[in-house]
Structures are given as structure tokens and as C-alpha cells.
């Protein structure tokens, strides 16, 4: 039977089995035998990694004609206006391609929201503001290079959703399985 967990993955955890020197591993976390990531989050980001025991689950989640939508909180250095975000909106060309289009808007900091360890850098003298990013692909570290190529540079990057899967009461390193 297809089954899915789903993780809240802590700031630098690496989404392999295989340790790997200075980072923590999904062997740290889930005991649980025969699952995989069906996809990825780079060690600096945090939040929702679905892990699967089933190979075209697996598949379903990852690959882009499905247009699985990824949801992600952006805490980024500045202020973005409206004409920063329509940048966003209409897909950026980042290192040879263009991004699909993304849902995106600002939000108020998430009020439940746990610290980050370490804390990221703050600077007296710039602002720094959250964003909601809505996704349908997921290129190696594409929010940050979609965030610093309107000029806003990433500080935080959580997943919040994949799909119909949220990080709902997962606190990070917690994880629970679905059927």
C-alpha cells in the first residue's frame, strides 16, 4: 500500500539517508525503513519534505507535467512593492530559462512560527518582510534566485505546503504518516 509522511525538516538537515560530514540526515529523524524523498529542500531551507514508499507516488509528486503547487513563507531583506512582486507574477528569467509563473504576496510574520537556529542576520538599518510564494516547479534553490533577482534577498525560506499537504502541527524534526 502507498503511504506518505510527511516532515518538517530543520534548518540545516539534509533531505538524504546518507550522512554526509557537518549536517544532520533524514537518518536522524525517521526510523522508518523503505521511504524516499520525493523531492528535495537545500540544507538552508526548512519545512514540508514528503517522503514515499511507492516509486510512481514518488514520481507524481516530483515531476512537473503534474504541476504539483508548492507553497513557501519567504522572509526577505527589504521591502517589495507591488512592481517587484508583478516580476514574480510573470516568471523571471534566472541562468538561461524562464520561471513559471508564481503566485506571490506579502504577509504579516507567521505568528506560530518557531525560531530558526541560528537565527538569521538582521541589520538595524533594513527592513525585512515576509512573502507568500506559490510555485508549480522546483529548480535547485529557485525561490532564493527569483528573490535576489527583484532585489530582495532570501534570509528564510520555510515549505508550508506541497499539493494538498500541509506542515499542519508538525513542529521541525516531527514527522507523521498518511495514507
Same mark, same amino acid.
Given at each position: 500500500?502507498?503511504?506518505?509522511?510527511?516532515?518538517?525538516?530543520?534548518?540545516?538537515?539534509?533531505?538524504?539517508?546518507? !550522512?554526509?560530514?557537518? %549536517?544532520?540526515?533524514? *537518518?536522524?529523524? $525517521?526510523?522508518?525503513?523503505?521511504?524516499?524523498?520525493?523531492?528535495?529542500?537545500?540544507?538552508?531551507?526548512?519545512?514540508?519534505?514528503?517522503?514515499?514508499?511507492?516509486?510512481?507516488?514518488?514520481?507524481?509528486?516530483?515531476?512537473?507535467?503534474?504541476?504539483?503547487?508548492?507553497?513557501?513563507?519567504?522572509?526577505?531583506?527589504?521591502? !517589495?512593492?507591488?512592481?517587484?512582486?508583478?516580476?514574480?507574477? #510573470?516568471?523571471?528569467?534566472?541562468?538561461?530559462? @524562464? *520561471?513559471? !509563473?508564481?503566485?506571490? @504576496?506579502?504577509?504579516? #510574520?507567521?505568528? %506560530?512560527?518557531?525560531?530558526?537556529? !541560528?537565527? $538569521?542576520?538582521?541589520? @538595524?538599518? $533594513?527592513?525585512?518582510?515576509?512573502?507568500?510564494?506559490?510555485?508549480?516547479?522546483?529548480?535547485?534553490?529557485?525561490? @532564493?534566485?527569483? *528573490?535576489?533577482?527583484?532585489?530582495?534577498? *532570501?534570509?528564510?525560506? $520555510?515549505?508550508?505546503?506541497?499539493?494538498? %499537504?500541509?506542515?499542519?502541527?508538525?513542529?521541525?524534526?516531527?514527522?507523521?504518516?498518511?495514507?
Amino acid at each position: 500500500m502507498a503511504r506518505l509522511l510527511l516532515f518538517n525538516k530543520p534548518y540545516g538537515v539534509i533531505c538524504q539517508f546518507t !550522512p554526509q560530514a557537518g %549536517y544532520q540526515s533524514l *537518518t536522524d529523524f $525517521i526510523p522508518v525503513p523503505d521511504f524516499y524523498p520525493a523531492g528535495r529542500l537545500d540544507a538552508d531551507s526548512e519545512g514540508l519534505v514528503l517522503l514515499t514508499n511507492d516509486g510512481r507516488l514518488q514520481h507524481r509528486i516530483t515531476d512537473p507535467k503534474y504541476k504539483q503547487s508548492k507553497v513557501y513563507w519567504v522572509q526577505v531583506e527589504g521591502m !517589495p512593492d507591488q512592481s517587484a512582486l508583478k516580476f514574480l507574477h #510573470e516568471g523571471i528569467l534566472l541562468k538561461g530559462y @524562464r *520561471t513559471q !509563473p508564481a503566485k506571490a @504576496r506579502l504577509m504579516d #510574520e507567521p505568528v %506560530y512560527l518557531w525560531p530558526r537556529i !541560528p537565527a $538569521i542576520r538582521s541589520r @538595524r538599518n $533594513i527592513p525585512t518582510c515576509w512573502l507568500e510564494l506559490t510555485l508549480t516547479e522546483g529548480k535547485n534553490r529557485q525561490v @532564493r534566485h527569483m *528573490t535576489a533577482a527583484i532585489g530582495f534577498p *532570501t534570509l528564510r525560506l $520555510i515549505r508550508v505546503a506541497i499539493g494538498k %499537504y500541509t506542515l499542519a502541527n508538525l513542529t521541525p524534526g516531527q514527522w507523521r504518516i498518511v495514507e
